[in-house]
C-alpha cells in the first residue's frame, strides 16, 4: 500500500515537472544562452522563470524551447530565446528600473523583463496580440506589466522618462520621441535597418544630454510598423 502511495506522489510530481517544462527550461539556458557566454545572473534566473512553451500557439508549444524564434500568428514572430537573453542582459535592468518594450507581440519579451523590474510598460500595434497578450500574462500572475495597444513611435510620455527601452521590431531609424523619453543614463536596445533584410542590433545611450550609438551584432527582426 505504502508503495503505491510512494510511486502515486513520484508520479504525479514526476508529472508536473515535465507538465512545468522545466527542465527544457533549463537545458535552454544552459546551452543556447551560458553556453554562448551571457553571464548576468539576473536574466539567466528570469530565462529559467518564464514559461514560454505557454506563449506560443498550440501548434509550436513542441518546439517552444527550440534555438530559433517561431511564429505567433499575424505574421509575427516571438524572438529566438538567446536575443530575448542578449537584448534583457543589455538593457542593464535593476529592480527598480522602468522599462518601456515597444512590440508586446506573445508578451514573452514583457515576462522576462518582469521578472528583473518593477516595472514594465509594453505597446503593442496589432490589437488581436496585445489582448491576447494581457489575458496570457494575467493568467500567469504578473501584475507589474501594462500593455497598451498603439504605434510605439511615439513612446508612452505619461510613464517616461524610461531607464531602459526595448524594441522588438526593426526600424530604418531610431524613432526621436524614444530618444526624448530616454533617462539620462539609459539604455536603449533597438534594431535598425531595412525590413526583411539582416538588420543590426544597436545599443543607444544618453549621457550628460549626448547620444551615443553602438553596434552589437547582425539580427534579423520583423517589421517596425505605423498606424495609418
Ligand atoms: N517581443 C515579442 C516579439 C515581438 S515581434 C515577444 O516577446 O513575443 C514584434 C512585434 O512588434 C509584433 O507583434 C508587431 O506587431 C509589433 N510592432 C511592429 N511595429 C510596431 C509599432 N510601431 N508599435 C508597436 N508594436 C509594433
Do not use: C
Not at 529566438?80 to 528600473?97: C, D, F, G, R
Not at 509594453?122 to 497598451?148: C, H, P
Not at 510613464?159 to 526600424?171: K, M
Not at 539620462?184 to 550609438?213: D, S
Request: glycine share 8%.
Amino acid at each position: 500500500m505504502i508503495q503505491i502511495l510512494f510511486s502515486l506522489v513520484f508520479f504525479s510530481l514526476l508529472f508536473i515537472q515535465t507538465d512545468n517544462r522545466i527542465h527544457e527550461r533549463h537545458s535552454m539556458v544552459r546551452h543556447q544562452i551560458e553556453g554562448r557566454g551571457l553571464r548576468d545572473s539576473l536574466t539567466l534566473k528570469a530565462m529559467r522563470a518564464v514559461p514560454r512553451h505557454r506563449f506560443v500557439p498550440e501548434a509550436q508549444s513542441r518546439n517552444a524551447y527550440d534555438d530559433s524564434p517561431l511564429p505567433i500568428g499575424y505574421g509575427q514572430t516571438i524572438s529566438q530565446p538567446y536575443i530575448v537573453a542578449y537584448m534583457t542582459e543589455i538593457a542593464h535592468l535593476q529592480k527598480n528600473s522602468t522599462v518601456l518594450e515597444i512590440g508586446t507581440g506573445s508578451g514573452y519579451q514583457a515576462a522576462v523583463l518582469a521578472e528583473i523590474t518593477d516595472t514594465v510598460y509594453t505597446i503593442e500595434i496589432v490589437k488581436q496580440l496585445g489582448e491576447s497578450a494581457v489575458e496570457r500574462l494575467t493568467s500567469l500572475g504578473y501584475k507589474n506589466i501594462f500593455v497598451k495597444i498603439g504605434d510605439g513611435y511615439e513612446g508612452w510620455k505619461e510613464h517616461a522618462p524610461f531607464d531602459a527601452i526595448i524594441v522588438t521590431a526593426a526600424a530604418d531609424h531610431v524613432p526621436p520621441p524614444l530618444i526624448q523619453q530616454l533617462k539620462e543614463g539609459g539604455r536603449m536596445v533597438i534594431p535598425v535597418g531595412a525590413p526583411f533584410f539582416i538588420q543590426t542590433l544597436m545599443l543607444v545611450e544618453k549621457k550628460e544630454g549626448k547620444i551615443t550609438t553602438r553596434s552589437l551584432m547582425p539580427v534579423r527582426f520583423v517589421p517596425f510598423t505605423r498606424s495609418d
